[in-house]
């Protein structure tokens, strides 16, 4: 190649050419030719490469290979060859040029520097992808772990270019970096931050992929599709996308239902509003009709007796209602509750079942409900809680006792007749 480049340079100066004029015409050539032949050898040995290692890994049980072509490790491999070949033949083809030589070695290095990058980056994108797969590993935030790992492999490799161009050593520019340290932890805080941030979010475990989480700050509310670097992506059950900065994870407060979904029952805690004008003591009358209603039958009777023990026992007047013992609609309202949720086959009677009454507000006396359905999925959970309260509300007269409601408009235009 030397010799044909000297005969060219020899015929270019014959044909009465200045030195300079066949000097630059030559390295013009010499170039052409240099990067056709590249360019040709590139695509031959990409072709050649990457279908050899595209029918090996289709003949392989792991899947790490098919991870490794997705992420186009063999074509840079492909890519690597025709450059270490040029690295050796630049000097050679160019040997009468030591300028040139100079500079097409630099870009080369350069070139060959950043496909280093490049193949380090496919290969850890592929061990995240391999890792994603499996099954101990999709709840972690792998993504940030190999975002870190690949700024790191770019801040080396800017380095690395950085030297070349200048011919300065890379410790005496870290040396330099190291003065700026403040300017970079300034540009770098979220990033820096959001590292810490996943590495504590990861050991700590307060949030896996697909856990169901809420942040109100961010009106986030749905499942986690993504931890990464800078970012938590929240796909919520609208369907919309919510970002929210990793680091908000651990400076900010925000629910995790998965303590809910992996417990055998989902909390059902709602109240009931009881106007407290329509509770009132029942008489023998109110508790013989309220004794057809099979579920506090008994209760009805072995309370009532109880009651009758203790008067008779303290010798009270019955003759005026409030004197004494007595049974009211809200206590029995309380205990039909308590025995239909018992009775309930959508209720886990294994978690607390509770009926309670709250202090009274202007709204009316809260009858609280506090237990679990056994169906935690969402849907079904919201149409057993629907069926309960709607059986509920109905049975609310049977005890004759009042909703508090605000005033409608019939009601107000029925005070001025």
């Known amino acids: 190649m030397q010799k044909l480049s000297r005969l060219a340079y020899n015929f270019f100066i014959d044909q009465g050419l200045e030195q300079s004029t066949a000097t630059l015409l030559n390295v013009i050539i010499n170039i052409v030719i240099l990067l056709i032949a590249l360019f040709l050898l590139d695509r031959f040995l990409r072709f050649t490469v990457v279908k050899t290692f595209s029918t090996f890994s289709n003949k392989t049980k792991s899947t790490f290979d098919d991870f490794l072509v997705k992420s186009n490790f063999p074509k840079y491999i492909a890519h690597v060859i025709p450059f270490v070949l040029l690295e050796a033949l630049i000097p050679t083809i160019f040997l009468d040029y030591p300028d040139t030589e100079s500079f097409l070695l630099k870009i080369t290095d350069i070139y060959l520097i950043i496909l280093i990058v490049w193949l380090f980056r496919s290969i850890i994108k592929s061990i995240r992808d391999f890792l994603k797969s499996k099954e101990s590993f999709k709840d972690k935030p792998i993504d940030s772990y190999a975002q870190v790992i690949i700024m790191v492999a770019w801040f080396f490799g800017f380095l690395a270019v950085f030297s070349e161009i200048t011919g300065q050593s890379i410790w005496s520019f870290l040396a330099t970096l190291g003065a700026a340290s403040a300017i970079l932890l300034l540009v770098f805080r979220d990033t820096i931050l959001g590292f810490v941030a996943s590495i504590q979010v990861s050991v700590n475990d307060m949030v896996r992929i697909g856990d169901w989480i809420t942040l109100e700050k961010f009106g986030a509310d749905g499942d986690v599709i993504e931890i990464n670097l800078t970012t938590v992506k929240v796909q919520n059950f609208d369907n919309t996308i919510t970002t929210i900065p990793t680091y908000s994870l651990i400076s900010d407060s925000f629910k995790n239902w998965r303590g809910m979904q992996e417990s055998n029952g989902r909390r059902i805690k709602r109240s009931i509003l009881i106007a407290a004008n329509s509770i009132r003591f029942l008489t023998e009358e109110d508790l013989r009709k309220?004794?057809?209603?099979?579920?506090?039958?008994?209760?009805?009777?072995?309370?009532?007796?109880?009651?009758?023990?203790?008067?008779?026992?303290?010798?009270?007047?019955?003759?005026?209602?409030?004197?004494?013992?007595?049974?009211?609609?809200?206590?029995?309202f309380r205990k039909y509750i308590h025995s239909y949720l018992s009775d309930h086959p959508a209720i886990n009677k294994e978690m607390m079942v509770m009926v309670r009454q709250l202090a009274p507000t202007p709204h009316g006396v809260p009858l609280e409900i506090y237990a679990f359905s056994s169906d935690k999925r969402w849907e079904n959970y919201e149409y057993i809680m629907a069926d309960i309260f709607d059986h509920l509300l109905a049975a609310i007269s049977y005890f004759e006792l009042e909703l508090f409601e605000y005033p409608k408009g019939k009601d107000l235009i029925s005070l001025n007749p």
Do not use: A, P, W
Request: proline share 0%; net charge neutral.
């Open 290 to 332: 309220l004794s057809s209603i099979n579920v506090i039958e008994s209760y009805i009777t072995h309370r009532q007796k109880d009651i009758d023990n203790h008067n008779k026992e303290q010798n009270i007047d019955k003759t005026t209602l409030i004197n004494g013992r007595n049974q009211t609609n809200m206590g029995l």
